[in-house]
């Protein structure tokens, strides 16, 4: 295991990958990949024969992208791969000599971006980790975008429900129920999920009396 430079725990969106973890078992290979990288103008980070920990190394060292070479993901390769994605997510190019439809799914169900088969080029190098870092890109955009539309639709269920509460509490129209809780979210400096949720959580507490 080799350590060849380190990075900042801040990862800076870029236009184009500039930095690469690699790892790679076997010697050979890991040479000729790291050499079909550095000639292709990318900055080796870290380097190293094994994929145990890789979320944490991905978090230490910041890499625009992560290359692992392998004859076919283990099951070790494949856990570690899952638990990056879930933990650091990150762009990764498998390199590798199996190429069963199996395998292949196993792997890119972990959130691989790109698995190549038998072809260490340094000419094809930057469009298969410019690629792979752009499709990354795009598939954080759209998790991101599901995200924030699943809060909403939490959010506005919350505020439905307590809209619903206080009407038939205060006996009031739900534009009026509506306007109680803008303003108290208002007065408190909070957001009116937050002010919806007290809400519920107040008045069913009076109600279980």
């Known amino acids: 295991m080799k350590k060849l430079d380190s990075h900042s725990n801040i990862h800076t969106e870029r236009d184009t990958p500039k930095t690469i973890m690699l790892i790679d078992a ?6 000729l990949l790291a050499q079909a990288l550095e000639g292709s103008g990318y900055q080796l980070v870290f380097v190293s024969e094994t994929a145990e ?9 910041i890499p625009d992208v992560i290359v692992i070479g392998v004859s076919g993901p283990d099951s070790t390769t494949l856990a570690n791969l899952t638990a990056l994605n879930e933990t650091r997510p990150a762009p990764v190019v498998v390199c590798a000599e199996e190429d069963t439809p199996q395998v292949i799914q196993k ?14 080029q340094q000419q094809r190098m930057n469009s298969i980790i410019t690629v792979a870092y752009l499709r990354f ?7 991101e975008q599901l995200l924030k539309s699943q809060d909403a639709l939490a959010n506005r269920i919350v505020l439905e429900k307590a809209k619903g ?9 739900e534009q009026q129920a509506f306007a ?22 107040l008045l069913t507490l009076i109600a279980a009396d």
């Open 26 to 31: 076997r010697e050979r290979r890991r040479r």
């Open 137 to 143: 890109i795009e598939q954080q955009k759209v998790k």
């Open 107 to 120: 792997t890119i169900i972990t959130g691989v971006c790109a698995y190549i088969v038998d072809d260490i």
């Open 165 to 173: 509460l206080l009407m038939a509490q205060r006996d009031i129209s």
């Open 53 to 61: 920990h890789l979320s944490v190394l991905a978090q230490r060292y």
């Open 180 to 201: 109680m809780i803008r303003k108290m979210s208002m007065d408190k400096g909070q957001p009116i999920s937050k002010v919806a949720t007290d809400i519920i959580d």
